[in-house]
């Protein structure tokens, strides 16, 4: 039985494709455009990246056609394998498909030769050889050099080490974890496998109350392959002089599984035993092994026979992995919790992580080091005028700043840990700079109080957070002819590092040097350059930033007045490269009053007890609510200007029509007449400066960002309070009017769509445009509508989160680098177990030992002192100022009596925050021990906040796909969405969130049109890109399984559909606890399915959980009625009726009367008492109650005559019979998926 035969389909095509031929068969399946491309695509061919041609009219306008062609190339093993190129593309594509294949993945010394001419991995192929149909490009073996014999060496370790635990904990090559592909599918389920499949485990089962963790990882412990003991580059290197003359490249050391050891010479030609002995070198080749080879695992499968065995099942094992699971996360991917494994020798790790130095890039860009500045301004410089020009733009852009990205990671990691030296050591740590491969190093700290102003390191802290959102708004407009620094934040052991490309010539400079534009010393001086001036003004109209005169005063004393375009603190430098640099963008968009003290409010903010206290002084509105606030003053503006001409004398006499007189007003045009003419322009002007528009002649909101600037100084011509009016007014709408209604639409909308954990109420919250410290106005709003609803905990719980984060990071950057494990399981106990300063002390290590305090340094030791009642008098005191809502519990069991808040829950949304890394098991969180110990702890890992560049054209596809979707036209739909995952996959060239969306979607399109196995296959992809990009227990993977248990349901794999919705159930306990109202669907989806396999006893099981949660989630109003959030509906009664059929075909009929019961109430109230389901209802109640009576006067007659019966010669066994479609029916109205046929349209249309 194969791993996931499913998502395995059609693997040949897959191994010889690659990703770009994955994605083209999908194209190729929804009818795709392109027919030369059809054409040439069989089961074993090769496909390009390149998109289509079809790109649209703006596309087909700009673009060449390309020109395909049907090559083959010969492999050396006397094989070969047709492949389909586009000729304007390099043949970089064509080197990956070949690296994918079994027998050619561990090769890399190898050239492609075409008509004699060798292609380049980054070169056009048309710049190269003229291509045609049938020719042959020949895969050539060529001499070895140092540096590719140790990648060949590498490239074997990798092959073998594809399914080493330790390659996934480690993030080694972007390889993550993948539970989709390792679940087993397409089992028989009466089977003995089957049965062990589909029957629920203890951890799945309602009621569970620690949760083992260990089933949120795969189980890879069977699939290791270990071929041989050790593997090395030899301590003997580098060869001698002569040894070079004579050919000798590399030395490597082997040591075989049969303990047999050998010193392996390569050549340049090759491979060959050497004859060294122990510590006495001897170069020459060994006379027991005359043979040279040109492949390393060729030479070892002569010399061991387990390597000889086991390299073809690694090789097979490699090969029979999707693509999708072998694909590089673009960016690092950590889950918060980790297998246990142990270290084994591997040379090339410990190479790795011991020079600190190495980034992974070197064999790329040999002796050089790479110029990110340079790169991320090439990649913006890149033409954009026709859709080809800014899909190259994207790739570059994207493939550039990834890498940065990863570097910048491993760099921010080395600094915490001590392994890079600060350019300024004198200083203390936090002030500390660094220069690490090209990219520049500080800590989130206020250095030497440049900050002090806006709350020291508060404010340091926020101002890098607000300064990557400044840089994301700046990429997205990508203004020609302004830059900005590759930026991304690193969170490492409760240090904030920001690291930065380095613009030429700016580390010459002091921190307080001139700019050419904004200012460097709090406004005193302010500059603003020529070179600035154009570009900025543009940009301060997209981001709705209001230009502003600032006077400052010269050295001679007289008065300067200097016209900005977007906030002072934004700086611009004409760098030594002649670019135009926008640097610290942390102002980038305006104030937020209601966090300001001292700000102007409204009065109806002001009773409500704001502006609110801040740590620090520059909170910031979001984008989104920007967006929002002017979406709702034009509202605001037309429903004005609307009545105002309906009721003025003059206008509403007017012969034009009104909707004629609006346009003609908004375009400047002319009406009937003068008089008109002027009136409305009159109106219109008024109306404008009403709402507050910055022009007199359009909609133009903007914001000063610079109003609340610490004493900061205005030009006469700007009317500052209209400025601070304007922003009353807005942070008034977000407090009294988005977020009272994102709270109604938590609590009104269907429960089993609202968040499930705060990664998704923080989501929520950003789309609305709610900043996050907006928390505790939200929980009080909650509170006095519903304290018990779920949605209430949720929130609670995220403050609670978030405070800990707080605190976590100031004790964690103070404690001593040799205590950091003990000290962090010290501070989790004190957090979720009880610890004084007695019980502290007696703290036992997993095997039982005591800490030994006999060479501690008492002031290194001070984080033992800390104790419970510290941590929650401390959460008290940050959840107050930080979110304005008091947390105050003696303890987390406290906290738990008084609310339904879980650990767990807790625990896991801090761990990802923070960046723990804790052992997959058990952990019992509400015992009387202390929960954690030293050996739970596994590591520390970073959390990185970067910019998220998009494919944007391909992204504008996938909306467009979306909408035709909404409009009903599904064919164009698909054909949009397949079109947008093409160029996605060109763009990435790797796994990316945007890939699983858009198969996600084409998933759902082949299941509405009738096909469910391409859904099913469709989302398993989806999956595995979301599981390898996000995480394991990334929240969206519950409904996604959820659904693709569906898929596989229609698809007749009931065994896969019970493993997913086992999984599905799994992970919401894991994210928010068993009583989550999600588990409604989950619950009473297994219930169907089991019933429908013969397991009536745990179907049962499920349903009786289903009712829990009915029962648990119901909401109560003001006046203490309840309100069924579940509305009685189709979905209960469908559920209701097969629970009453599996009570009754085991012969509990009463149980059955009592559900059956529920379902004839439902359909009462749904259709009335003379619809035929009501009826139906009636008569298997009168059914029901015949064969209880029929039953127990059996069971009587039985027992007075001492006679055995079986319960099966009594039941009919016409009760409960459903069927396979029947099922799938049930299952769709419970996931609500609803079929309407085309007469049903016409008869709703003809209702309306």
Not at 938 to 950: A, G, Q, R, T
Not at 1125 to 1136: E, P, Y
Request: aromatic share 10%.
């Amino acid at each position: 039985m194969a791993k996931n035969k499913s998502i395995m389909k059609d693997s040949n095509q897959v191994k010889e494709k690659g990703i770009s031929g994955e994605i083209k068969k999908i194209h190729d399946k929804k009818g795709g455009k392109g027919d030369e491309k059809q054409q040439c695509d069989s089961g074993n061919e090769s496909t390009s990246a390149t998109p289509s041609n079809e790109h649209g009219e703006e596309c087909i306008n700009g673009c060449e056609n390309e020109k395909l062609v049907q090559v083959k190339i010969s492999l050396p093993n006397n094989t070969s394998f047709e492949a389909t190129l586009s000729t304007k593309e390099p043949s970089l594509e064509l080197f990956q498909v070949i690296s994918e294949r079994e027998d050619c993945c561990y090769r890399t010394c190898y050239q492609l030769i075409a008509k004699g001419i060798r292609l380049d991995t980054f070169t056009e192929l048309e710049k190269l050889v003229n291509l045609e149909d049938g020719d042959v490009i020949e895969f050539v073996q060529t001499d070895y050099s140092t540096r590719e014999a140790r990648e060949h060496v590498r490239r074997m370790c990798d092959v073998l080490s594809i399914n080493d635990i330790s390659t996934y904990v480690l993030n080694k090559n972007g390889a993550s974890f993948n539970y989709m592909g390792n679940m087993k599918t397409n089992v028989e389920p009466n089977s003995k496998e089957g049965r062990s499949l589909v029957t629920p485990n203890d951890y799945i089962l309602p009621g569970v109350k620690d949760i083992n963790y260990s089933y949120l990882i795969p189980d890879m412990t069977k699939k290791q392959i270990k071929a041989f003991n050790y593997v090395g580059i030899s301590p003997f290197n580098p060869p001698t002089p002569q040894r070079k003359l004579k050919g000798d490249v590399l030395y490597i050391f082997v040591e075989t599984l049969e303990g047999k050891s050998y010193n392996i010479t390569c050549s340049y030609k090759g491979w060959f035993v050497n004859s060294t002995s122990g510590y006495k070198f001897n170069s020459e080749q060994s006379p027991q092994h005359p043979s040279i080879f040109h492949e390393l695992p060729d030479l070892l499968m002569t010399i061991s026979l387990g390597f000889k065995k086991l390299w073809p099942k690694a090789l097979k094992a490699r090969s029979d992995m999707h693509v999708f699971e072998k694909l590089e996360a673009t960016f690092p991917s950590f889950n918060w919790v980790v297998p246990p494994f142990e270290s084994t020798q591997d040379y090339f790790r410990s190479e790795d992580e011991t020079q600190v130095q190495k980034t992974g890039f070197e064999d790329l860009f040999p002796g050089g080091l790479r110029d990110w500045n340079e790169e991320l301004c090439n990649g913006k410089d890149m033409p954009k005028k026709d859709f080809r020009e800014r899909l190259d733009k994207d790739r570059l852009f994207y493939k550039s700043y990834s890498d940065f990205v990863k570097v910048a990671v491993k760099g921010a990691m080395a600094i915490i840990d001590g392994n890079v030296p600060s350019l300024n050591m004198s200083d203390d740590f936090k002030t500390q700079m660094f220069l690490y491969n090209s990219i520049f190093f500080s800590l989130g700290y206020d250095s030497k109080d440049h900050y002090a102003i806006f709350g020291g390191n508060d404010a340091a802290h926020t101002i890098s957070n607000n300064d990557l959102k400044g840089a994301k708004a700046f990429h997205a407009i990508d203004k020609d002819g302004l830059y900005n620094l590759g930026l991304c934040l690193v969170d490492y052991k409760g240090y904030r590092v920001v690291c930065q490309s380095i613009v030429p010539g700016i580390l010459e400079r002091g921190q307080d040097d001139d700019v050419n534009y904004g200012s460097v010393d709090f406004g005193k001086t302010v500059y603003c350059d020529e070179a600035f001036k154009k570009p900025l003004e543009e940009i301060a109209k997209d981001m709705n930033s209001m230009p502003h005169t600032v006077v400052t005063v010269n050295s001679n004393g007289e008065e300067v007045k200097t016209k900005v375009f977007t906030s002072i603190e934004t700086k611009g430098l004409i760098s030594k490269d002649g670019r135009n640099y926008v640097l610290d963008l942390f102002k980038t968009f305006p104030p937020d009053a209601n966090y300001i003290e001292g700000a102007k409010v409204t009065e109806l903010c002001q009773k409500n007890g704001f502006p609110k206290y801040c740590k620090h002084k520059i909170p910031c509105l979001r984008p989104e609510f920007i967006e929002a606030f002017i979406n709702s003053k034009t509202e605001k503006f037309f429903s004005l200007l609307g009545s105002s001409i309906k009721e003025n004398e003059i206008l509403k006499n007017s012969k034009i029509e009104f909707a004629s007189i609006l346009e003609k007003l908004c375009q400047g045009e002319e009406l009937e007449n003068e008089e008109q003419t002027a009136e409305g322009k009159k109106i219109f002007k008024e109306l404008l400066k009403k709402i507050g528009s910055y022009s007199d002649t359009s909609i133009d909101i903007r914001f000063n960002n610079d109003c609340y600037y610490p004493g900061l100084k205005f030009g006469e011509e700007d009317d500052i309070e209209s400025h601070k009016d304007l922003l009353a007014d807005a942070c008034e709408y977000l407090a009294f009017k988005i977020i009272p209604n994102f709270v109604q639409e938590l609590l009104d909308t269907n429960p089993t769509t609202t968040p499930l954990d705060g990664y998704a109420l923080n989501y929520n919250m950003h789309a609305k445009g709610i900043n996050m410290r907006y928390l505790g106005y939200i929980a009080m709003l909650t509170e006095a509508i519903d304290k018990e609803r779920f949605t209430y905990d949720l929130i609670v719980s995220e403050i609670l989160a978030r405070t800990i984060k707080h605190i976590f990071r100031n004790y964690a950057t103070e404690l001593p680098r040799p205590y950091t494990g003990n000290a962090i399981v010290h501070f989790l106990n004190c957090l979720f177990g009880n610890v004084d300063f007695d019980s502290k002390k007696s703290t036992k290590s997993k095997k039982g030992k005591k800490r030994s305090n006999s060479n501690d340094n008492n002031d290194s030791q001070g984080w033992k002192e800390l104790t419970t009642s510290d941590v929650w008098k401390s959460i008290a005191e940050d959840s107050k100022k930080s979110f304005d809502y008091s947390i105050i519990y003696k303890n987390f069991d406290d906290l738990c009596k008084h609310t339904s808040i879980k650990k767990s829950v807790v625990l896991r949304r801090f761990a990802k925050m923070v960046g723990l890394q804790f052992v997959a098991k058990t952990i019992k969180l509400d015992g009387k021990k202390l929960p954690f110990n030293e050996d739970d702890l596994y590591n520390m890992v970073p959390v990185i906040k970067h910019l998220d560049p998009h494919a944007k054209d391909a992204y504008q596809y996938q909306r467009m796909g979306e909408k035709l979707v909404i409009e009903g036209r599904i064919e164009e739909a698909q054909s949009y969405i397949t079109e947008s995952l093409q160029y996605m996959n060109y763009v990435y060239s790797g796994l990316h969130l945007d890939m699983s969306a858009s198969l996600k979607i084409i998933a759902k399109l082949d299941y509405i049109t009738g096909n469910p196995t391409s859904a099913y296959i469709n989302l398993q992809k989806s999956m595995t890109i979301t599981e390898r990009v996000r995480g394991l227990d990334y929240l969206f993977l519950i409904h996604d399984y959820i659904t693709l248990s569906l898929y596989a349901f229609a698809s007749k794999d009931v065994g896969a559909s019970l493993q997913y919705l086992y999984r599905s159930r799994y992970l919401t306990n894991v994210i928010f606890g068993d009583e989550h109202p999600i588990l409604s669907t989950i619950d009473g989806s297994l219930s169907i399915i089991l019933y429908f396999n013969f397991d009536y006893d745990n179907s049962s099981k499920f349903f009786e959980s289903y009712m829990d949660i009915i029962e648990k989630n119901k909401l109560k109003k003001n006046s203490g009625e309840k309100k069924e959030i579940f509305q009685i509906d189709i979905k209960t009664a469908l559920i209701c009726r097969l629970a009453a059929s599996s009570y009754a075909i085991r012969g509990f009929f009463r149980e059955a009367i009592k559900i059956e019961k529920i379902v004839y109430q439902i359909y009462l109230s749904l259709f009335g008492k003379e619809h035929y389901k009501v009826l139906e209802s009636g008569q298997i109640l009168k059914d029901y109650t015949e064969k209880a009576v029929n039953l127990q006067r059996k069971l009587n007659d039985a027992h007075g005559n001492n006679v055995d019966i079986k319960l099966g010669d009594i039941i009919s066994h016409d009760i409960g019979e459903v069927t396979h479609e029947k099922i799938i029916g049930f299952l769709n109205i419970v996931n609500g998926v609803y079929f309407i046929t085309q007469d049903e349209i016409n008869t709703l249309a003809v209702s309306e």
